[in-house]
């Protein structure tokens, strides 16, 4: 299984900090929804925490099984292995592409998962979490065969959407059952299915509710929407659910009592994929198989897990109680979902072709330009709007207007009036006045990015940053050093090494957000980005600019060919 391992040291010291990122269908390649809604998020805090020397492990998958696999691979007449061989590639080729950091990215079709599945199987059945019950499940009669719950379409019974699923309604999010739904149809046929008697493995969530309910109302800090919504759901009452269908694509069981053609079912075994993941990694990459214990059994460790709305319960309420029944494995720290990105006033949605896809954009886009739009307008607390034009406005008005053109000013006079050499003036501290002051303000700022960072208040963090670029900006239009240049040269010689120093500072702040870009800037400041704190440029460094860090855009360069 190909990986991407991109952290420079397997083993590295600090809080062990899981970052856990939602596992896409392997059925076609992301839209801006889904990097806006999870990867590009954990990504940021991801590197943030790098940064301040956490030991952070970062890990996701292709979700292989997935009805949505099964759907796609029926509608092409091929297999659903097929289906996933083509877009897991595509996956780790746009992570590479957008600089998105994974430890591992890995796949539920390793025969590691299949193991790490069917021991907390075994745990939890053990444990008297898990039962056999006898249950009715929609049978399409012209196909002739039974139908996983994304198979099943009909009418939401909560807010009455037409082409809700069997196991979700995409409109408002609710977790649903297929007999719940309303005037039920086959996607197989369209017939309307039939309930048939079968056996099946339940989850008895009905068990572990009080445990539940009393963890989640203890959590601090966690975003309003994410919290209110995971109490009520349980408040609500749990139901047992079963975790098996009649398949044959899926995790076998570790048992055959309840005869053949049984597979353990997605939702249930896709979660463990976080738990999984961070056992793969550490027996093939950290070449340590127990290294994995440090983010889940360790006390101090934390654990941030990275999901869109609709993920919601599967993260606060299901695994968690998964995780309660097994025993000794570390709960959720924070699960800091966002809400939707809408395009047009529709949610992005890769089913229903709601948006461009990430390839699209980055034929166009330089990979920091669409992290920065994309940051920007992070669905944190509610749903956000975005458009091509938004994008490219965000990018010429703001990232380049502001931070591009800040750099490049001051990097073109230093190599037009000090032959590209950082003058050698005094440090800011002694030179007193605006030039300390501004310094005292990068420092803060800096600091006050990281308190937003730590809080995965990630577009106010980003909106921080972007305020001491302002702030830089404002100081150079007060000295104006392209001016005193001709009349004072060590006042304008001053003026553009406090720059350069300023610079080295908000770069530190924009790394997590803007890898590429700052990474580049780094390598011409001489400054290490690995470390959270603003490093002094050394007088008398020779800084070769190779030109600007971003590429201005024709408004009309997202615009579709007519």
């Given at each position: 299984m190909v990986v991407t391992a991109q952290t420079e040291s397997p083993l590295p010291s600090g809080r062990p900090t899981l970052v856990a990122v939602a596992w896409p269908y392997a059925n076609g390649a992301p839209h801006l929804g889904h990097i806006a809604g999870a990867y590009l998020p954990a990504d940021i805090f991801a590197r943030y925490q790098r940064m301040v020397g956490s030991r952070v492990l970062m890990v996701s998958g292709s979700d292989a099984h997935g009805t949505p696999i099964t759907v796609r691979a029926d509608e092409e007449g091929i297999s659903p292995q097929e289906v996933v061989d083509r877009y897991h590639p595509i996956f780790l080729k746009i992570w590479e592409q957008l600089g998105i950091s994974f430890d591992l990215f890995t796949s539920t079709r390793t025969d590691n998962h299949t193991r790490v599945t069917q021991d907390v199987f075994?745990?939890?059945?053990?444990?008297?979490?898990?039962?056999?019950?006898?249950?009715?499940?929609?049978?399409?009669?012209?196909?002739?065969?039974?139908?996983?719950?994304?198979?099943?379409l009909g009418t939401c019974p909560f807010c009455g959407y037409s082409d809700a699923r069997g196991d979700q309604c995409e409109n408002c999010g609710r977790t649903l059952d297929p007999d719940q739904l309303l005037a039920p149809r086959s996607r197989f046929t369209g017939a309307t299915p039939e309930q048939r008697e079968t056996a099946h493995f339940f989850l008895r969530l009905s068990a572990l509710s009080d445990q539940l309910l009393a963890w989640l109302e203890n959590r601090r800090g966690w975003r309003r929407h994410v919290i209110n919504w995971s109490v009520q759901f349980v408040k609500d009452g749990l139901h047992d659910r079963a975790i098996t269908r009649d398949l044959d694509w899926g995790v076998p069981l570790p048992t055959d009592e309840l005869g053949p053609g049984k597979r353990i079912y997605v939702w249930f075994e896709a979660v463990i994929g976080y738990l999984s993941a961070s056992k793969e990694w550490a027996a093939n990459i950290a070449g340590d198989p127990e290294a994995w214990r440090a983010w889940w059994e360790n006390p101090d460790a934390a654990a941030y897990y990275f999901v869109g709305k609709?993920?919601?319960?599967?993260?606060?309420?299901?695994?968690?109680?998964?995780?309660?029944?097994?025993?000794?494995?570390?709960?959720?720290?924070?699960?800091?979902?966002?809400?939707?990105?809408?395009?047009?006033?529709?949610?992005?949605?890769?089913?229903?072709?709601?948006?461009?896809?990430?390839?699209?954009?980055?034929?166009?886009?330089?990979?920091?330009?669409?992290?920065?739009?994309?940051?920007?307008?992070?669905?944190?607390?509610?749903?956000?709007?975005?458009?091509?034009?938004?994008?490219?406005?965000?990018?010429?008005?703001?990232?380049?207007?502001?931070?591009?053109?800040?750099?490049?000013?001051?990097?073109?006079?230093?190599?037009?009036?000090?032959?590209?050499?950082?003058?050698?003036?005094?440090?800011?501290?002694?030179?007193?006045?605006?030039?300390?002051?501004?310094?005292?303000?990068?420092?803060?700022?800096?600091?006050?990015?990281?308190?937003?960072?730590?809080?995965?208040?990630?577009?106010?963090?980003?909106?921080?940053?972007?305020?001491?670029?302002?702030?830089?900006?404002?100081?150079?239009?007060?000295?104006?050093?392209?001016?005193?240049?001709?009349?004072?040269?060590?006042?304008?010689?001053?003026?553009?090494?406090?720059?350069?120093?300023?610079?080295?500072?908000?770069?530190?702040?924009?790394?997590?957000?803007?890898?590429?870009?700052?990474?580049?800037?780094?390598?011409?400041?001489?400054?290490?980005?690995?470390?959270?704190?603003?490093?002094?440029?050394?007088?008398?460094?020779?800084?070769?600019?190779p030109g600007a860090l971003f590429t201005k855009l024709d408004p009309k360069a997202l615009d579709l060919p007519s």
């Open positions: 075994t745990r939890l059945r053990e444990a008297g979490y898990i039962s056999v019950q006898e249950t009715t499940q929609f049978y399409d009669p012209q196909a002739g065969r039974f139908l996983p719950d994304r198979y099943v609709d993920n919601i319960p599967f993260h606060t309420v299901i695994w968690p109680a998964m995780l309660l029944g097994y025993g000794g494995l570390n709960l959720p720290t924070d699960v800091p979902a966002n809400q939707y990105v809408t395009f047009g006033g529709a949610k992005a949605s890769k089913s229903a072709g709601v948006g461009r896809s990430v390839p699209e954009y980055l034929e166009v886009l330089q990979p920091d330009a669409l992290r920065y739009a994309l940051a920007t307008v992070l669905p944190e607390q509610n749903d956000t709007e975005i458009s091509d034009a938004d994008i490219i406005r965000r990018i010429n008005d703001e990232l380049i207007a502001n931070w591009g053109n800040l750099v490049n000013r001051v990097m073109a006079q230093i190599n037009k009036f000090f032959d590209g050499v950082l003058p050698d003036v005094p440090a800011p501290a002694e030179l007193g006045g605006a030039h300390a002051e501004l310094l005292e303000k990068v420092d803060a700022g800096l600091a006050r990015v990281a308190d937003l960072l730590g809080k995965v208040e990630l577009r106010a963090a980003l909106r921080a940053a972007m305020e001491i670029s302002s702030e830089v900006n404002q100081y150079l239009y007060r000295e104006e050093p392209w001016k005193t240049v001709k009349v004072d040269r060590d006042a304008a010689a001053a003026s553009l090494a406090t720059s350069v120093q300023a610079i080295a500072g908000i770069a530190v702040a924009l790394a997590p957000f803007l890898p590429f870009s700052t990474e580049r800037l780094a390598a011409v400041l001489g400054v290490d980005l690995g470390v959270w704190r603003r490093q002094q440029v050394p007088a008398g460094r020779r800084l070769e600019w």
